[in-house]
């Protein structure tokens, strides 16, 4: 059993690459990232650690690599070989690797199943990568793209061993059945399930959103770690009040347990304040326009809420404090700070999160966005 893994980064060679080949797949992973991918090649090993009380190491065995930038018939023709294919590259990069699986999936004997998983955090992330091989090949009828959801924080790494990851030990990686074939590949720690729509909104509102708010909030409070700031009561009660509200929205949609809710919603409380990881807000803020967008963990459960009438002014503040983000090394941080500088705050609301100044959602967000410019300057 073969399997191609796209992105060897902290989810993939952490969590990924891990259960594949615990299931036993030999799996070629491939990046961009010319250190990983010769250290892959030369060692064809590499360690996962546990951040917990109970701590430890795991072997990973049998590994291989791929530079899709200087290998990509190499590339290829693994693909052709490949009965799983699975990504964690970042949603945006979905479409730069499309054209090497589209080209890899063609040249497949076409009597052979094929599984793709992108293992992303967004919503529909496998049938949107089906979307991008389908702009360079028709998808055949035995390509099979079951969206997925997949949850355990790993954090930015600075080890000397460019391959050891340390992860938390929890971890959850649902795969959506319906339209698969019944001898669909069973990977180990997967939960399988029929309809993927209430995991994936309950982990992406629930962990995406209150993480991304305690890293907006932490960030103007000059904290430098996850942990960290949920030390602080302005920041607490922030990303609480957030969740709470995902967590009225996620009652109404998928008839969830309000009891179990609100244990899902502490049980995170607790995975974010884990002293052992030090989660640096940098990465868990990286990209607010994609956070920002209608789409995605803040405006998305904002809007469905004010829609049914219920308040979300715990998420507003969250957007608010998203907005007022600047790192500079992140593209996305630039680009909207820019925006904002140049155009204003109504016109970014407009251009980034689709949302009116004028609607309800918009004007809250907009006040709680010129009382924080006010905080900025005097806590600054
Ligand atoms: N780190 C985490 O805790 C979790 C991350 N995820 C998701 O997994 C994805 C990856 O996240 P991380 O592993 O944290 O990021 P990362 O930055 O550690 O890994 C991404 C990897 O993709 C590689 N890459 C970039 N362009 C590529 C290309 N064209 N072809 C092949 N590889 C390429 C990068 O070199 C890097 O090694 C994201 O969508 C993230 O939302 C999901 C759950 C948990
Ligand atoms: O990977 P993204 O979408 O940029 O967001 C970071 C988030 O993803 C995770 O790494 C995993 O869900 C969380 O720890 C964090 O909230």
């Not at 930015?156 to 990686?173: N, R, T």
């Not at 000059?222 to 509200?245: C, F, M, N």
């Not at 996305?332 to 407009?350: C, F, Q």
């Amino acid at each position: 059993m073969k399997a191609i893994h796209f992105g060897a980064g902290n989810i993939g060679r952490g969590f990924i690459g891990l259960q594949l080949v615990k299931t036993g797949y030999e799996v070629c992973f491939v990046d961009v990232n010319s250190t990983v991918v010769d250290a892959l090649k030369a060692r064809h090993t590499y360690e996962v650690g546990y951040a917990s009380e109970q701590g430890g190491r795991e072997r990973v065995d049998g590994v291989t690599a791929l530079n899709s930038l200087s290998e990509p018939d190499q590339v290829i023709a693994a693909i052709r070989d490949a009965d799983v294919i699975t990504t964690a590259v970042g949603p945006s990069l979905l479409s730069k690797i499309a054209p090497l699986i589209a080209e890899g999936l063609r040249q497949r004997d076409q009597q052979t199943p094929v599984y793709v998983i992108a293992c992303e955090n967004m919503i529909g992330g496998s049938k949107h990568l089906q979307a991008e091989v389908a702009k360079h090949q028709t998808v055949a009828e035995n390509w099979y793209f079951p969206n997925a959801a997949v949850d355990r924080i790993v954090p930015l790494q600075h080890h000397e061993d460019p391959l050891y990851v340390e992860v938390e030990e929890f971890f959850e990686w649902v795969i959506e059945t319906t339209g698969l074939p019944e001898a669909y590949p069973r990977i180990e720690g997967v939960t399988y399930v029929e309809n993927i729509e209430p995991f994936i909104e309950r982990k992406l509102f629930t962990v995406n959103t209150g993480h991304a708010i305690a890293s907006y909030l932490g960030a103007l409070f000059h904290k430098e770690t996850i942990a960290e700031s949920l030390t602080d009561p302005r920041i607490r009660r922030g990303v609480q009040t957030a969740l709470y509200e995902t967590g009225w929205l996620l009652l109404e949609k998928y008839g969830f347990n309000p009891v179990d809710h609100s244990a899902y919603i502490q049980k995170n409380m607790k995975r974010f304040e884990n002293p052992r990881i030090h989660d640096e807000i940098i990465r868990v803020a990286r990209s607010p326009i994609r956070k920002l967008s209608p789409s995605d963990r803040l405006v998305k459960p904002a809007k469905e809420l004010m829609e049914r009438g219920i308040e979300a002014d715990g998420l507003a503040r969250g957007i608010a404090a998203a907005l007022t983000y600047f790192d500079p090394n992140d593209s996305e941080s630039s680009e909207l700070n820019a925006y904002i500088t140049k155009y204003g705050i109504e016109d970014a609301l407009n251009a980034y999160l689709k949302l009116s100044a004028t609607d309800p959602l918009g004007s809250r967000i907009i006040e709680h966005y010129e009382a924080m410019q006010q905080q900025v300057n005097s806590i600054a």
